[in-house]
């Protein structure tokens, strides 16, 4: 540990509601990390239930909370890999905060942060660095829906194939991170959200989209898939809207099995549906397959996207002023409800 500082937001207690800008001794990484200089924080719904509610648990306090930063390497472990990002380049991380139960070096509100070098992808220079806090979590937790419902990686249909995707929620962070991956697997994505955001799902590679307020959206997006000839068998709830989605998946699964993933843990009255299968989304929780998991995330599949302009970041940015001592007033914007935005915090 050097006896560099750094400035925080900590959380001092389990559900303190509030954070506390002060100064922590800036770490040194372990072996396989890498130490970011932190440029732009983008705001997650879990860091506020965090910070509120106490809830996904944690196990240290003081901790600090988030996971999305964008950045600079300064510095790396003895044993990164070698195609990890060197100390100088621009990255984008997720940082693990909710996987280490909360040890304060891991975590994203503070100007300085460790992260596995597997969660890192390094940027392209057009990119800015608040535009690219937006990637980690929203493309982490698709792929990790994927793996979740047992979607190949290496899925590739063609428009002959006639698969489709449903997303729920796709002008949420999760839910248009889903449909752009979702897109470039060679899926026709149906997807739902307010009709003000209807032209930009499109441009991400929405097949269609639907107004989920519309009494008829079930119908409506059953409808569409049955006049395109496409069967859908899988989807991605990013708005625990479980049931919708169920009667959705029921009706065009065609033979087998469907698959939805849900990024929102389903209503305890949730009615079972006989051939959808329902998981909430995860991770891997075992460390071997989870850095596994995350390194083909973020160093194979996310690095050569952003390369070649096959994924950008969304939705829309929202910058709120003030640096680390806003974060507060970020999540409670956030917690009040945001629409095709992400909050983002430069420091
Ligand atoms: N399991 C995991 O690993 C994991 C990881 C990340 C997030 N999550 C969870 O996933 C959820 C989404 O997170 P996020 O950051 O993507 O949220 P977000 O961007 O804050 O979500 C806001 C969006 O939700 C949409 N929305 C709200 N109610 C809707 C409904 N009934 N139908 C369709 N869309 C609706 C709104 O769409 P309009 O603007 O169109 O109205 C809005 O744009 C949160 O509950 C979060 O905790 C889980």
Not at 108 to 124: I, M, S
Not at 167 to 173: K, L, N, P, T, Y
Not at 281 to 308: C, I, N, Q, S, Y
Request: charged share 20%; proline share 7%; glycine share 10%.
């Amino acid at each position: 540990m050097s006896s560099a500082q750094h400035p925080a937001a900590i959380l001092p207690s389990k559900a303190a509601g509030a954070l506390q800008v002060t100064q922590r001794a800036t770490p040194t990484p372990g072996p396989h990390d890498l130490l970011i200089e932190v440029s732009a924080i983008a705001l997650n719904p879990i860091d506020y239930y965090q910070r509120d509610m106490g809830f996904p648990p944690l196990d240290h306090y003081p901790t600090v909370l988030g996971s999305d930063i964008a950045g600079t390497v300064i510095s790396a472990g003895s044993s990164v890999p070698a195609d990890a990002p060197e100390p100088g380049t621009r990255v984008a991380a997720f940082a693990p905060s909710f996987f280490t139960k909360g040890l304060p070096d891991y975590g994203a509100f503070q100007t300085r942060v460790l992260v596995p070098a597997a969660n890192a992808v390094p940027l392209p220079s057009r990119m800015s660095f608040g535009e690219a806090s937006l990637l980690p979590m929203a493309v982490v937790t698709t792929w990790s829906g994927w793996y979740s419902i047992g979607l190949p990686r290496g899925t590739a249909y063609t428009a002959a194939d006639k698969k489709g995707m449903l997303v729920w929620g796709g002008a949420s962070s999760v839910g248009s991170g889903a449909v752009q991956v979702a897109k470039s697997m060679g899926f026709s994505v149906y997807v739902t959200a307010s009709e003000k955001h209807h032209g930009y799902l499109k441009g991400l590679g929405a097949r269609e989209v639907f107004d989920y307020k519309s009494e008829s959206v079930v119908e409506d997006i059953v409808k569409a898939a049955r006049a395109d000839g496409v069967t859908v068998q899988a989807g991605f709830d990013a708005a625990g809207q479980t049931k919708p989605c169920l009667e959705i998946l029921k009706e065009l699964k065609g033979e087998g099995t469907a698959k939805l993933a849900t990024a929102v843990p389903p209503a305890e009255d949730t009615p079972k549906v006989e051939g959808v299968e329902v998981k909430f989304v995860a991770a891997p929780g075992d460390e071997e397959a989870r850095t596994e998991h995350f390194h083909f995330v973020f160093g194979v599949w996310l690095k050569e996207k952003l390369a070649t302009g096959g994924f950008v970041p969304s939705p829309a940015m929202k910058v709120v002023e003030g640096g680390l001592e806003s974060i507060d007033k970020g999540l409670d914007e956030l917690k009040k409800g945001v629409s095709g935005v992400k909050l983002v915090i430069e420091v």
